[in-house]
Nanobody
Framework: QVQLVESGGGLVQAGGSLRLSCAAS????????MGWYRQVPGKQRELVAA???????NYADSVKGRFTISRENAKNTVYLQMDSLKSEDTAVYYC???????????????WGQGTQVTVSS
């Protein structure tokens, strides 16, 4: 019903920047919060940043001041601008969206396929 497609991952040197994008498509009535999570092997997936349909954003302490989340509602797209990247930011990054689909009143969580971000030191 809903697909999330991420792009923008890759290899970057420490101190560099990357911009991730995630576009949602399908039978979308409305989108509530959107966010980015990341996961490294052997660890739980963790929240990086989240942005509601309106209101203030939320960041993990480890990325505050370096990452910026934004969204373009008309395109059902969320972005993550990552600056001053560190080796510890290396992970698979997943897009998440809380979506109400047509024909349902109950929102559901949807995930992208993940995009690898590798920061070399």
């Amino acid at each position: 019903q809903v697909q999330l497609v991420e792009s923008g991952g890759g290899l970057v040197q420490a101190g560099g920047s990357l911009r991730l994008s995630c576009a949602a498509s399908g039978s979308i009535f409305s989108i509530n919060a959107m966010g980015w999570y990341r996961q490294v092997p052997g660890k739980q997936r963790e929240l990086v940043a989240a942005i509601p349909s309106s209101g203030s954003t939320n960041y993990a302490d480890s990325v505050k001041g370096r990452f910026t989340i934004s969204r373009e509602n008309a395109k059902n797209t969320v972005y993550l601008q990552m600056d001053s990247l560190k080796s510890e930011d290396t992970a698979v990054y997943y897009c998440n969206a809380n979506v109400v689909v047509y024909g349902s009143w109950r929102p559901g969580d949807y995930w992208g396929q993940g995009t690898q971000v590798t920061v070399s030191s």
